[in-house]
Each structure stands twice: as structure tokens, then as C-alpha cells.
């Protein structure tokens, strides 16, 4: 016996909440006539579209002819056990949200219709409200299950999200775990070598979530001293300190329910940390100077670019906040990892500066084996910078090695070097190679990077902030650079060499 429900055979489903959802499809399955009607009468009055059969060769039939979204199903059924079904239901169509219904409750069973994929359980008998509630959470289980897939999708197809490009198996693993996290309000650490795209990231989940209305708010905890991060997340009272004439609200508390990105967390001091970690556990903020305390809707993203968890065990950030940070963490690829992302962004920054300088701009072929070749320690924002320097000195719509910065034309000329084999006599038994050594002058990249960052610097005058810009790296790798290389306590330009 199959029986198929429509909304006018039920009386005065709630329109309010009906208009609040999509018009989800739910079949009930179970023999016993009673609960089955009342389970369709309280479903239709939430303004599902609803199914029912009273044997799993029943629903089985109606399965192959309908696209149900809910299921809700007893497990003890004639003749094939609920579990039949069940198990089918899983491996043809994981999508679908699985209700299980059973007079027989035990831990045991309760297990096992987890593991085979049930997403929610209720023991006979039950409260009507208690079967509303479990449809509820159903709905918006399904909901955002179809908003994630609709969001990879979209990011998939369209190369991306905004700025975010890329089709390698990496960014397609940070597209699902995104398109997830988009649509909670759990922190989120965003971890990722200096210029693979953080800020994006941090954008996109915030813009593609359900309170993209409300602000977004970039907070570089790097470039500001101590006491200015501590008045702009936190905010102060009046009198709070001298000059402080005003009060002034924090940006945690101004943000209302947006979020509030926390760029290069590992810079905070201890004990802004300290802060910071009782302000997300007890969801309120403390202004500086103030007595009370205000709430806190906001959701906050970090990211950083250094080892957190190595900074963990040497004492330099705090295990709570860490942990507390880092309920979902996204890492984004570098770019060496994912080459085969190069000519879609390098296709996407000329795009937009054709838009911006009316040229149709092209590489040449010497400029696409380079890009190919060249590992991007500055990652993708040092190939924007090499793409938008090139432009910006071509002398023509195609694009040369002349054109492109210092330390890619260095590495080039490392490429055409010829590589000497072992034995051989003299230059002229060398063999042009493609930049590997095999046992002839050929300098290191490490060695070639250390060059052109010293060289830039020279060149701007010790401006390390310019030179970062220029060298399309973060400014935090750039000073970490110059102190592996002893030179940056001095301050001042790297010695001339003559």
C-alpha cells in the first residue's frame, strides 16, 4: 500500500513557518496507520511535501519515482527490516537526511543506525513536539547541506570565488571544507604561507555566509603596538587613560553579528591573548577602563602565516586560545603546490588589466616557461605583482622578460646557465641545462632570492616596506628574511657592494 499526501488533505498547516523554508520533500515509512498519519499531518503543518508507505518495498518504489529530501522511518517493518533500506538509502542517495523511528530502543541500535548513516533517532513513543523538533533540525541539516553544494559548485565552475582561483586538488579540498564553514559561526583559523591569499579566504566565508549584510572588519594584529590593538579590538571608557576623552567602542562589539578578522594572530603579545580568549569563551567584551562588560555577537577568523603550534610548545602563544581558534582550520596550498593554477590567475589578473588599461595583454614564450619554472616563494601575490609590473613597463601588448622583476629575471638567467657535467674539460664541454645543477656554478634559490631581496632594497633606499610591495612578499616574511641574513637590526640599506 502506498500513500501519497498533498497539502490540501491536511488542515491549516502553519503558512508563517511553511513561507520560512523550501517546500522540502518527506516520506514517512512505517505499518502502524496512526503514527505514520500523525507523523504526515504534524510534517505537513510545517510545510513539508509529504509521502508515506506503510513496507520498505513500498518506499522503495516511491523512491524511484520521487526526489525525497527527509526520510523518517521505523526501523521494524514487514517482511524487510528497516535497516534495508536504510543501508540502501546511504549508498544511493547520501544526501538525503535519515530520521529512524524504533519501540526498541537500546544503546546498541542506536550505534549501529549511526554508523550506516542515520542522522537523528527517536524511541516510540514520542511527543509531538519532539518529532517537530527533529524535523526542524532535518530541515535545516538539508538546507545547509544544498547551500554547501550550490556554494562548491559555484566555486568550482567559476574558477574560483571572487578572487580565489584555482581548480588543483588543493583548492578544490578548500572549496569543500569552505563552502561548509561559510555557513556556521564557528572561529575559523586560516593558516598559509605569506601571500597565498588569506584575507580572501577570510572574505569569502564572510561574504557568502548568512550575515554577509553586516560588516567585515580587518584587524592586522602585526602592525599596530600593543596598547592601539588592545583600545581598537576592545574599545575604552572615558578617562580610561590620558587622552582619553571620549569613549570609544571596540571593534569586536562594533561589528554586531559580522565577523571580525584577525590577520597575523601570531603577533598578538600574551597577554592580549589572555584577553582575547575570555572575551570568545564568555561571548562579551570588556572595555578598557570599564566596569561592565558588553555582548559580543561577532564571529571572529584568524590566520597567520607562522607555526602555531610550535609557538604552543615554546611558550610564545597560549594552548587555550589556540585550541579555542582553532575548532576549524583551512590551510591554503602555496603556490609551487599547485602549478597547474598559474595560467588561470595569470589569465585573471591580465583580464583586469585590460579592464583597467583598455590593452589586451599576452606572454611571451619565454615569460610562460618562467612562470612555470619559477617556484613563487611570495606565492600568488608575488604573481600578481610580476604580472602588473610587467604591464605597467611593457612597451607593447606582449609581455617579455624585461619586463618582469628583478628576482624572476635572476632566476631566468640561472635557467639558460649552462650546467657543467662532471669530467667534462673545460666550459665548452658543458651542457645547457634547466637550471638543475649538475656539479657546475649554478647558485641556489635560496642564494638567488637572498640576492634579489638585497638587491631591491639597495635600490629603494632601505624603504623595507616599499621593497616588500615590490618584491610582491608580506612584510613579516621580508623582515624575517633580512634577519636570517644578519642584516636586520642595522635599520638602514644593506651595505653597498662594490
Known amino acids: 500500500m502506498l500513500i501519497t499526501a498533498s497539502p490540501m488533505e491536511y488542515l491549516s498547516p502553519s503558512k508563517a513557518l511553511a513561507d520560512r523554508q523550501p ?26 511535501t509529504v509521502y508515506s508507505a506503510d513496507s520498505v518495498e513500498a518506499a522503495q518504489a516511491l ?8 526520510l523518517l522511518l521505523d526501523l521494524k517493518l514487514p517482511r524487510n527490516n528497516g535497516l534495508v533500506l536504510l543501508e540502501e538509502v546511504k549508498a544511493e542517495q547520501p544526501e538525503m537526511v535519515v530520521i529512524v523511528m524504533t519501540a526498541f530502543a537500546s544503546v546498541s541500535s542506536a550505534v549501529e543506525v549511526m554508523r550506516i548513516g542515520a542522522n537523528d533517532y527517536l524511541t516510540k513513543p514520542f511527543a509531538l513536539d519532539e518529532l517537530s523538533m527533529v524535523l526542524e533540525r532535518a530541515a535545516q541539516r538539508r538546507h545547509f547541506d544544498a547551500e554547501s553544494r550550490m556554494l562548491r559548485e ?7 570565488m571572487g578572487n580565489i582561483i584555482g581548480r588543483s586538488s588543493g583548492m578544490e579540498k578548500l572549496y569543500r571544507i569552505l563552502s561548509k564553514v561559510a ?16 584575507e580572501l579566504i577570510a572574505r569569502a566565508i564572510h561574504f557568502h555566509g548568512p550575515n554577509s549584510a553586516m560588516p567585515f572588519i580587518p584587524v592586522d594584529c602585526g602592525s599596530l603596538v600593543p596598547s592601539l590593538i588592545e583600545s581598537e579590538l576592545f574599545g575604552y571608557v572615558k578617562g580610561a587613560f590620558t587622552g582619553a576623552n571620549r569613549s570609544k567602542e571596540g571593534l569586536l562589539a562594533a561589528a554586531g553579528s559580522g565577523t571580525v578578522f584577525l590577520d597575523e594572530i601570531g603577533e598578538l603579545q600574551l597577554d592580549l591573548q589572555a584577553k582575547l ?47 579555542r581558534l582553532n575548532v576549524v582550520n583551512l590551510k591554503i596550498p602555496p603556490l609551487r603546490e599547485r602549478p597547474q593554477d598559474i595560467p588561470l590567475l595569470v589569465a585573471h589578473f ?12 599576452t606572454l ?51 635557467m639558460r646557465r649552462p650546467a657543467m657535467v662532471p669530467g667534462a674539460e673545460g666550459d665548452a664541454g658543458g651542457i645547457a641545462g634547466d637550471g638543475v645543477a649538475n656539479g657546475g656554478g649554478i647558485v641556489p634559490i635560496a642564494e638567488l632570492e637572498k640576492q634579489a631581496i638585497l638587491q631591491t632594497i639597495r635600490q629603494v633606499n632601505g624603504d623595507k ?8 612578499i608580506g612584510k613579516t616574511t621580508l623582515y624575517r628574511k633580512l634577519k636570517e641574513y644578519g642584516v636586520e637590526e642595522a635599520g638602514d640599506p644593506p651595505p653597498q657592494i662594490h
Open 154 to 160: 559555484r566555486l568550482r565552475t567559476q574558477q574560483g
Open 350 to 361: 591580465l583580464e583586469r588589466m585590460q579592464r583597467e588599461h583598455g590593452i589586451r595583454y
Open 465 to 472: 616596506l616599499l621593497a616588500a610591495k615590490l618584491l610582491g
Open 23 to 48: 517546500s522540502w520533500h518527506l516520506l514517512v515509512v512505517d505499518d502502524d496507520s496512526a503514527v505514520r498519519h500523525a507523523c504526515c499531518e504534524i510534517a505537513m503543518r510545517a510545510g513539508y
Open 183 to 198: 555557513f556556521s559561526t564557528h572561529p575559523v583559523l586560516i593558516l598559509g604561507e605569506s601571500g597565498t591569499g588569506k
Open 63 to 70: 523512491l524511484r519515482q520521487e526526489s525525497i529530501d527527509i
Open 277 to 323: 580568549l575570555r572575551t570568545l569563551q564568555e561571548k562579551e567584551v570588556r572595555p578598557v577602563g570599564a566596569t561592565q562588560a558588553v555582548p559580543m555577537q561577532a564571529r571572529v577568523l584568524a590566520a597567520t602565516n607562522r607555526d602555531l603550534a610550535a609557538m604552543v610548545e615554546q611558550g610564545q602563544f597560549r594552548k587555550d586560545l589556540y585550541f
Open 364 to 414: 611571451s614564450d619565454d615569460v610562460l616557461r618562467i612562470f612555470a619554472a619559477y617556484e613563487w616563494p611570495g606565492n600568488v601575490r608575488e604573481l600578481e605583482n610580476a604580472v602588473e609590473r610587467a604591464c605597467a613597463l611593457s612597451s607593447g601588448p606582449v609581455l617579455h622578460v624585461g619586463d618582469l622583476p628583478t628576482q624572476v629575471q635572476a632566476f631566468h638567467a640561472q
